[in-house]
């Protein structure tokens, strides 16, 4: 008979990521979609350092404002040591103001070393996303 484990494929203790470029207080990001550039650049993206090794990680979002009639894209990435990446998020929402959503858990990638996580949430097209604020942060989970 075999035995089966409950917490079996489940994540450990999590502790959020630091944002890159943050002040060391806070591991929630909050900015507003603004318009893209063709030179320099755009506030879309955002890196959090990955300090140890983890087993999975979890990308949380939030919506502080919205439209209803504007679809925000929004990407994740895991970004490794080999300067090689990964996509592990790429959707368009339209979330309600004060909804939120966890993207993952998703696990480590064997044989890479995980160094940054990556969200980019931007306006594309759509002029009525121009001005949407949101909430992001990452876990790392053992």
């Known amino acids: 008979m075999a035995i089966i484990d409950p917490l079996a494929g489940v994540a450990g203790p999590c ?6 470029g943050g002040n060391g207080s806070s591991p929630i990001v909050a900015k507003s979609v603004g318009r ?6 755009t506030n879309w993206n955002t890196d959090f350092f990955v300090t140890q ?3 999975s990680y979890k990308f949380f979002f939030t919506a502080n404002s919205s439209d209803p009639n504007a679809q925000y894209p929004v990407e994740a990435y895991m970004k490794f040591s080999d300067g ?13 103001m004060g909804t939120g959503k966890m993207f ?3 696990p ?4 890479k070393q995980t160094s940054q996580m990556n969200f980019k949430v931007g306006a594309s ?7 949407f604020s949101y909430r992001i942060s990452v876990q790392g989970c053992l």
């Open 53 to 55: 090794p983890y087993s």
């Open 108 to 111: 480590s990638i064997p044989g």
């Open 104 to 106: 993952g858990p998703f």
């Open 84 to 96: 090689s990446n990964l996509q592990v998020v790429n959707t368009l929402m339209n979330p309600p």
């Open 15 to 20: 502790s959020f990521l630091q944002p890159i």
């Open 36 to 41: 893209g550039k063709l030179i320099g650049q």
């Open 125 to 131: 097209n759509d002029p009525g996303a121009l001005g």
